[in-house]
């Protein structure tokens, strides 16, 4: 086997910038082959290639709009004509709501937009990426699906409501993955970033950092996007052998009940 048949590949939805960047570089490190995916073939996007590219390993631009399934399967066989046949697939693209506030106020573009995103996407793009994989011979690689979600998954965050419900689809979407891949080795996780510090959190950063030094966080402090990228590289990387189906929050112990 060549050292390109033997190098992993994967798909980083949502990559061109924040949680989606650092999981990509990230995986870099570990040596994978990267498609660096965004909504557009625009200048964040050659940037995002660029950094990446800067890690010595195969890298490729995929943009694409996750939200169109009807595109996915052309995508997925652009990204692998590039690089190669795809090893794993992360899901994080995602939207947050266009207006905080009143649950009772939420509308049905901003309820569609969330779980367009956040849920359905990753529904369908996980079912092609799986398709592909069960149609060919895998060994000897990890493969795998990580699902980037929200603590807002598991946690009611009252001004969000279309967000945490699509995330807590998404969240279920990867349980569900999780089953029906288990008897073909292939693993399926849902991490959960807390309060991180990225594009989509700027404009209430300050109030998160004063809120995780005021005790929501058990670490008294926000925390970044490489630490969720290296928990998405332990997972890619088969470093948690014999497990599938976690959710695993990365959130500084936030939802840790306590009295």
């Not at 990509?24 to 660029?50: S, W």
């Not at 959960?192 to 809120?211: H, K, N, S």
Request: proline share 5%; charged share 15%.
């Amino acid at each position: 086997m060549s050292a390109a048949s033997a190098r992993p590949v994967a798909l980083v939805t949502g990559s061109s910038r924040g949680i989606g960047l650092a999981v990509a570089e990230a995986l870099a490190r570990e040596g994978f082959a990267i498609a660096v995916n965004g909504p557009a073939d625009d200048a964040e996007l050659a940037a995002a290639v660029a950094r990446i590219a800067a890690h010595g390993v195969p890298v490729a631009a995929a943009p694409f709009d996750v939200a169109a399934a009807a595109g996915h399967a052309a995508a997925l066989d652009a990204v692998e004509q590039a690089l190669g046949p795809l090893t794993t697939l992360v899901n994080n693209a995602g939207v947050g709501v266009l207006k905080r506030g009143d649950m009772l106020d939420v509308s049905e573009e901003s309820w569609d937009r969330c779980l367009a995103v956040n849920a359905k996407a990753m529904f369908f793009l996980s079912q092609a990426f799986a398709r592909r994989l069960l149609a060919r011979s895998r060994a000897p690689l990890f493969h795998s699906i990580v699902n980037v979600t929200s603590s807002n998954a598991v946690a009611v965050a009252e001004q969000r409501a279309e967000y945490c419900a699509s995330k807590a689809a998404a969240a279920m979407v990867s349980k569900t993955l999780a089953v029906r891949l288990g008897r073909e080795n292939i693993a399926v996780y849902d991490v959960q970033p807390g309060l991180i510090a990225t594009e989509m959190t700027a404009p209430v950063i300050a109030a998160y950092r004063e809120r995780a030094a005021q005790g929501l966080t058990l670490f008294p402090r926000v925390g970044e996007p490489d630490e969720v990228g290296t928990l998405v590289a332990s997972l890619a990387t088969g470093r948690l052998p014999y497990t599938t189906g976690l959710s695993i929050p990365a959130d500084a112990g936030m939802l840790v009940p306590r009295f």
